[in-house]
């Protein structure tokens, strides 16, 4: 198709092909560089306001979804196209011929003929040699000559249409993208053990995306190697409809749960904030706690739980736990565990004091009448972060997309395609008998439209054979 | 005789194949280039037994899994493949003086994997993301890949050394093959490489989606895997639609191995995390 149109010989070019491989290649390498999509802060800090704000307005912290990288690849996707539409005909017209003919004058134009002579007359050849040019080649033709024949045999034509099967398939892969992007969804969603969703919050956007289902999660594991490396993820999920349940499935980081087109990944897990499980325990557990008071300097047991108050001995007020913080602090510091609670002196205002497992001293610091510390201070007994008692949420990646099954049709057919084209080859030949006197002149010429250096080998090695075929 | 042993023994047969077979093509010696062969086969007959052998420890360990989980091993692999390409080429064109610009990069990669502090040959455990059977698929076929562009590479230095003096009928430089058969293997070579890195990323991609979720995102790995997939693109194109021959194919597939090496080593330099250490 010969066609004058400025803009198609633009795109028609493999000049453009070429430049537009080595732009994506070129500026590919600018997101590798800078770290994309991190937090805005961290550029301005890094470069300063002036380049802060140039690479902003070239969205180089999200450059592969900027404008200009997406048009560097519609380009190459027009390219293709075009090119693939320009030259289709003319190939399909070399792979279907309405006849296919054969031109002895285009083999005798090659510099590379082997050639023989062998015992035997034309017509005792002939048998033997289409049927080995059968064999290896396929299909074929036999045209008499005046003292001979001439056999001409061709194979994989069309892989002639390898290259269009490579370029279709680089389309499929951007059209599946494309679907991806418009029809799905990348969300996630931290789920507690023993907890649900029924929607997730998207990557980009931050939107929150229902399912139309509902994720339980049952439980998550982790294991780890004796080195200390992890070895398993897993987190027990099950799927609810309507508080039915549909699915039940282990998911382990390679091995997804799919359900209504939605695939969901083991991505991540963490340790639930410490506070609530901490506040659930100490609810529960006994206190012992020592009164020291000033004035007599005698020292006083009580049993108290959080929440409960209990009267200073000699008529000091009252004292009440109010809560437990395993990650204390004080002044800036962190004074590890404690407990907080609120004493109520006889005069006065209430306040608070702090009792930190860890330094039983502590409150004399404040210098009060009464000086409260924990009793017995058995570290076991306050810990709370007994392994059993830790409670995890499951990381969980939700995705979906519509055109991951084009995008591999596309993975298939490249393969496929950069096979055909790069150890396929249309590929020709022609053996010419003549006789001579009561012998045989034989040669060999093969043409090849890919190649061109291992159809000269299969030349040499079919005329060896067809000259000891006697 | 455990693998490290082994294969750090491998490292001395190819280095010792290289010294021979370039120093039959410097003295235009037949025996050495008998010996290198000789020794060469041998490397890598080790070089695949330290492979197996290691992979038959990690079971003896309990950690079972192929050894292609880390540097090391990607390494011993690496080298693995340079040798079995060469060894092809060898039989299949005849072209011992390739030797002499192949298994010296093979010896690199061993000695790399065997000298260097920074790369460990522990065994390890297989973290939960490798668990997968696509890491095989992936490790392999990239490593096919880009073993053939390194021959490749090897090939297109030759190239620029014969084209110095391409019709010189005695010396060293007579001894290289004739600029056609070089660029034409060159072509051969790196046609290899592109279905195999093609493929090469097409099973990281299906992996990762089955991993994470998503089959592209842009981690430097993967972008870098698809600049060095570009640059060859271009040359294939340059090559067939354009006429491009010669000496300017030897510089792109230079430019083109280049990027496989950044893909390779250079992007554990780049800020960021590969995804392998995200979960
Ligand atoms: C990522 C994009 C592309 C890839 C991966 C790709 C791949 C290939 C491959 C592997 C070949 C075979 C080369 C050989 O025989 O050594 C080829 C040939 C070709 N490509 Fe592309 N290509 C791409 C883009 C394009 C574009 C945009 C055009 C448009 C001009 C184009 C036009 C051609 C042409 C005309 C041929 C030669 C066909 C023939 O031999 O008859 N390609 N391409």
Redesign the pocket.
């Known amino acids: 198709m010969k066609n004058k149109n400025p803009v198609w010989k633009f ?4 000049k ?2 070429v430049f ?2 080595l732009s ?1 290649a070129a500026t590919s390498v600018i997101g590798t560089i800078i770290p994309q999509n991190a937090d805005p802060e961290i550029y301005f800090h890094k470069f300063g306001p002036f380049l802060f704000r140039l690479f902003e307005v070239l969205d180089i912290f999200d450059m592969y979804h900027a404008w200009w990288f997406q048009l560097l690849l519609f380009l ?5 196209v ?3 539409i320009d ?1 289709l005909s003319a ?1 399909w017209k070399l792979v279907f011929p309405k006849k296919i003919m054969f031109n002895l004058a285009r083999f005798e134009k090659l510099k590379n003929k082997e050639a023989f002579s062998i015992d035997g007359l034309p017509g005792e050849l002939e048998d033997k040699y289409t049927s080995f040019a059968a064999k290896k080649f396929g299909r074929q033709q036999v045209d008499k000559t005046g003292d001979g024949f001439v056999l001409f045999a061709e194979k994989w034509r069309w892989a ?1 249409f ?3 099967i ?2 279709a ?2 389309i499929l892969l951007i059209i599946g993208a494309i679907i991806g992007s418009l029809f799905g969804f990348e969300g996630f969603a931290n789920i507690p053990e023993g907890e649900s969703v029924d929607s997730v919050r998207l990557r980009n956007s931050g939107r929150v995306q229902p399912l139309g289902f509902t994720i339980h999660n049952e439980d998550f594991d982790i294991s780890f190697y004796d080195t200390g490396a992890p070895k398993e993820f897993r987190s027990s999920l099950t799927i609810l409809e309507n508080g039915q349940p549909m699915l039940k499935k282990d998911i382990i980081v390679n091995d997804p749960l799919r359900y209504n087109g939605i695939s969901i990944y083991m991505a991540s897990y963490g340790e639930m904030a410490p506070e609530k499980q901490a506040e659930h325990d100490f609810s529960m557990e006994i206190i012992h706690l020592n009164f020291t008071i000033k004035s007599s300097g005698m020292v006083y047991k009580r049993k108290t739980e959080i929440g409960k108050p209990v009267n200073i001995p000699e008529g000091n007020g009252t004292f009440t736990l109010t809560a437990f913080n395993p990650d204390a602090e004080f002044r800036g510091q962190n004074i590890g565990a404690a407990l907080a609670g609120t004493l109520s002196p006889v005069q006065g205002e209430p306040m608070e004091v702090l009792l930190p497992l860890h330094f039983p001293n502590f409150d004399k610091m404040r210098r009060g009448a009464v000086v409260i510390s924990v009793a017995d201070q058995q570290k076991e007994t306050f810990s709370p972060m007994k392994k059993e008692d830790v409670r995890y949420y499951s990381g969980l990646e939700v995705n979906r997309d519509p055109g991951v099954w084009v995008v591999y049709s596309g993975f298939i057919i ?1 393969i496929v ?2 096979f055909i ?2 150890f396929m080859s249309h590929q020709q030949i022609c053996i010419e008998v003549m006789r001579k006197g009561n012998k045989s002149d034989v040669r060999i010429m093969g043409i090849a ?2 190649n061109k250096i291992g159809m000269r080998r299969q030349v040499e090695k079919f005329a060896k054979h067809l000259a000891n075929m006697r | 005789m455990n693998s490290s042993q082994l294969l750090s023994f491998v490292t001395f047969m190819y280095g010792f194949a290289a010294t021979f077979y370039i120093a039959a093509w410097i003295f235009k010696q037949t025996m050495p280039a008998k010996l290198a062969r000789w020794v060469a086969i041998a490397g890598i007959l080790m070089n695949a037994a330290g492979f197996i052998l290691r992979w038959k420890e990690s079971y003896d360990i309990g950690y079972g899994h192929a050894p292609l989980s880390n540097m090391y091993e990607s390494l011993v692999f690496f080298a693995l493949t340079i040798g079995i390409i060469y060894l092809f080429i060898e039989i299949r064109y005849k072209a011992t003086v390739v030797g002499a610009f192949a298994t010296p990069i093979a010896f690199l990669a061993m000695a790399y994997a065997s000298l260097s502090p920074n790369v460990s040959d522990k065994i390890q455990p297989l973290i939960p993301a490798l668990k997968s059977n696509w890491l095989i698929a992936h490790v392999v076929t990239c490593f096919f890949g880009y073993a053939a562009f390194a021959v490749a590479f090897g090939i297109s230095i030759m190239y620029l050394i014969k084209s110095w003096a391409p019709d010189k009928e005695s010396g060293i430089l007579a001894r290289l093959p004739g600029l056609n058969d070089l660029d034409e293997l060159t ?1 051969q070579m790196i ?1 290899f490489g ?1 279905l195999f890195l ?1 493929i090469g990323i097409i099973t990281g991609a299906v992996w990762a989606n089955s991993a994470w979720g998503s089959y592209w995102s842009w981690d430097p790995k993967e972008t870098w895997s698809l600049i060095t ?2 640059v060859y ?1 271009t040359l ?2 340059a ?3 354009r006429g491009w021959y010669g000496k300017r194919i030897a510089y792109l597939s230079i430019i083109g191995f280049g990027a496989v090496l950044f893909t390779y080593f250079g992007v554990n330099y780049l800020p960021g995390l590969h995804s392998y250490g995200a979960v």
């Open positions: 795109f028609v070019s493999v453009l092909t537009l491989l994506l190459l996707i027009t390219n293709i075009v090119c693939s030259r190939t002639r390898g290259v269009y490579v370029h398939s680089v490249m395609g950069c084209t790069f439209n890919k | 072509h046609m592109f093609s997939w570009f693109a294939l194109h090559r067939t639609m």
